[in-house]
């Protein structure tokens, strides 16, 4: 009989439809020139009218990145494709930063009405960074959190309006040596937010940081860093979206999150990148005693990911969470995964990983759990759960452990599933197509990650993984 | 429509999986409204002949063909079969991680019906019917079959046929693996069921069901071909000297159709 049941002819199309990839015409106020140089260097840092400090700090950063190797793991062949003298790496799109949506120019703040920036802002924000290319171009916070003493602001800014405490943590979670990405981020870095929330403050509602890319060949490498301090809580949100151009880009961001006892930051990133993006990302945090931090991962988009969100657990109760999600369609590598580090004893982890791989993509899980000594009683637990739609797709888990200690517990699971054709049928002879019923199952594999979404997002997520599924043009 | 041509009709059926024959010419009508039992021991083709039906992509028709509403459904997708009014009961139904009983009810009323079913609706909808099924309100935020007992999977199978109305339901051993409590409401479910219009095929290989649900056709099921109608006594009958008896005593097809 030849009943129709091939979920893959009707889903060839899912992962192709990309609905932000359109592009404005470039209308800067300063394009660096390709490639990288101690001058550009120089010449970023004398635009923000940087501290020498900060000079140096770069200056020194730019040779670790010259002598530093690439790494020789996860995906070398499209790694050593990157053609770094063919970037740029540093754009002003404008002259001033607008915290208000009117002072943002014309082009640009359409831009972020087709994203839905201003209306997300609206409803259920409570405070709003926009960065286009190297710059942040709008940002708000509400006035009750300011009035707190909550600071939300664009990394320059905050480098020149708290300029002791960016000392006192900037790039103590990633040093610039830490590898080639974070030197490379910390040679160039631009934008980025810098969120600082007081003692015993909680942020009810989240933050939203939002970066685009428009320029072909641009390389983006915003820097954050969040400290929590006291008691306090705080959740960020990051989206980034980048036009379809058929030459490469580079997004290389370096995040840093402080959280100091009894806090608890949550941070999501939703990473929607155009698949000509190559998105190398160095995250860490510190959680001190009883504090609490979670990373929140989407990984949707891009050609090449490799992000190991990290969470060095140092004061005791401290608790790390890695919540992720991967999904690669065709000439898409989602290299991802999580590291925690025991430092201190009564601490615990738990790492969640799902990926799907569809049309010949690939996902890998690469993990590190490690356990110092003398950190007693730590318990760990590492899932991860792959999902392939087809035959051509592939799906990897590399975990390492390095237990340094007897009195811990740690688990680590793994599971490669198909999407069978019992679940399809089952779904199918209950009245859904091909493509519903495989929405379906994928919605429900990714819904441990996607309930952890304020309902905004997990609506869109859904949204979007049912367009892609469906393969209707968006 | 004609009547004479609605209901089921399947005509010298003949049905392969990996290249093996395992229906050998079924013939079988039925009308709607109609219960029909069929009996079997297990490996007699009972549940390809439930699959094919309702269009699994894994069973070949090699010859013959099946009829619904005067429409020859051989080519006819899983999902167009449901449009139509087919609905399989699973003997065993397949988990969805993450997906919840409301969700898959709702969405999958709302392709078969073609119209959005608001959440409220939904529930007053099902609210008769989870509690003949006695079905709490939790179930409905479960994942559909993830964890779910042997009677709780036969339940919500009942529940979402009650919902979809079909006009024809194939129940294939809605009653294996229950225990008697269970069979009881999930019976008194498949009675609803037809009592509201629904049309029945019972597949079993046990007589006990047919103490709660009376059918008017009985046909005994035998390496891959009905070798055997009759009324309810043939169950009983069946009941008393066992499927070896009839595996060699198959006598000629009595004419049950109206």
């Not at chain 1, 009218?49 to 770069?58: A, C, G, K, S, V």
């Not at chain 1, 943002?104 to 409570?126: C, Q, S, W, Y």
């Not at chain 1, 201190?344 to 590190?368: C, E, F, H, P, Q």
Request: charged share 25%; aromatic share 10%.
């Amino acid at each position: 009989m030849s009943a129709e049941l091939k979920p893959l002819d009707n889903l060839s199309q899912m992962g192709l439809d990309y609905k932000y990839g359109f592009s404005d015409v470039e209308d800067y106020i300063f394009k660096s020139g390709r490639g990288l140089t101690p001058e550009i260097v120089s010449k970023i840092s004398a635009m923000k009218n940087e501290p020498q400090w900060m000079l140096d700090f770069r200056l020194k950063a730019l040779e670790m990145f010259y002598k530093k190797p690439m790494p020789n793991w996860g995906n070398t062949k499209l790694l050593n494709e990157i053609d770094f003298a063919n970037i740029f790496y540093y754009i002003k799109p404008s002259q001033k930063q607008g915290t208000n949506w009117d002072d943002v120019p014309e082009g640009i703040k359409n831009t972020f009405d087709r994203l839905g920036i201003p209306e997300a802002e609206r409803k259920f924000l409570a405070g709003v960074t926009a960065q286009y290319e190297s710059e942040v171009v709008y940002h708000s916070i509400r006035e009750d959190l300011e009035k707190l003493g909550v600071v939300f602001l664009d990394m320059d800014s905050g480098l020149r309006l708290y300029e002791d405490i960016v000392k006192k943590y900037f790039a103590t979670v990633i040093p610039a040596n830490d590898n080639k990405f974070a030197s490379l981020n910390s040679a160039v870095w631009s934008g980025g937010s810098f969120v600082y929330v007081p003692k015993g403050v909680k942020v009810d509602i989240p933050l939203q940081a939002y970066f685009r890319i428009n320029a072909e060949n641009m390389g983006q490498f915003e820097r954050t860093l969040i400290i929590a301090d006291e008691g306090s809580f705080v959740h960020y949100i990051e989206g980034c979206t980048a036009p379809v151009y058929s030459t490469d880009s580079l997004h290389s961001a370096v995040v840093e999150l402080i959280a100091l006892p009894n806090s608890h930051i949550r941070y999501t990133t939703i990473q929607n990148w155009s698949k000509n993006v190559y998105n190398l990302v160095t995250k860490r945090a510190y959680a001190y005693e009883n504090a609490k931090v979670e990373w929140v991962d989407g990984n949707l988009g891009s050609k090449l990911t490799m992000k190991y969100p990290a969470i060095y657990l140092m004061g005791e109760n401290a608790r790390g969470e890695v919540l992720s999600i991967a999904f690669a369609g065709e000439d898409q590598h989602q290299d991802a995964g999580a590291k925690m580090v025991h430092v201190a004893s009564n601490t615990s982890s738990l790492v969640v990983s799902k990926s799907i791989s569809k049309n010949g993509g690939r996902t890998s899980y690469r993990g590190l759990v490690k356990i110092h000594e003398d950190a007693k009683n730590v318990k760990s637990s590492v899932k991860c759960d792959a999902l392939l739609l087809d035959d051509m797709s592939r799906s990897d888990t590399y975990p390492t452990m390095e237990v340094e200690e007897t009195d811990v517990t740690v688990e680590h699971e793994a599971t490669v599933s198909k999407v069978g054709e019992e679940q399809l049928f089952y779904l199918m002879s209950r009245g859904l197509t091909a493509d519903e019923a495989t929405s379906m199952i994928v919605n429900g594999f990714f819904e441990p990650f996607t309930k952890e979404l304020p309902l905004e997002y997990a609506v869109e997520l859904n949204r979007l993984i049912k367009l892609e599924m469906e393969g209707s043009v968006g | 429509m004609n009547k004479q041509e609605s209901g089921l009709k399947i005509s010298n059926l003949k049905v392969k999986t990996a290249g093996k024959e395992i229906l050998k010419g079924v013939s079988l009508k039925i009308n709607p409204g109609e219960i029909h039992a069929l009996m079997g021991r297990n490996g007699s083709g009972k549940s390809t002949l439930s699959y094919t039906i309702m269009g699994h992509p894994k069973y070949e028709i090699s010859e013959g063909q099946i009829e619904f509403n005067g429409r020859n459904i051989n080519d006819v997708s899983p999902d167009e079969r449901a449009k139509m009014g087919l609905a399989l009961s699973f003997q065993y139904p397949v988990a969805i991680p993450g997906v919840t009983v409301l969700n898959f009810l709702k969405t999958t009323l709302k392709a078969v019906l073609d119209r959005e079913i608001p959440i409220k609706e939904l529930k007053a909808m099902l609210k008769e019917s989870m509690a003949k099924l006695e079905i709490k309100d939790e179930f409905l935020s479960r994942y559909v079959n993830d964890g779910f007992s042997g009677g709780e999977k036969k339940k919500l199978e009942i529940l979402h046929l009650t919902l979809l109305k079909p006009k024809l339901a194939i129940l294939d051993e809605t009653d294996s693996g229950l225990d008697i409590d269970a069979l009881k409401v999930v019976a008194s479910g498949i009675s609803a069921l037809n009592e509201a219009g629904s049309a029945v095929l019972l597949i079993t290989h046990y007589q006990r069901i047919l103490n709660y649900v009376s059918p008017q056709f009985v046909h005994i099921f035998e390496n891959g071909q009905i070798t055997q109608t009759g009324t309810k006594e043939l169950a009983l009958q069946l009941e008393e000297f066992g499927y070896e008896h009839f595996a060699h005593n198959a006598t000629k097809e009595v004419n049950y159709v109206s």
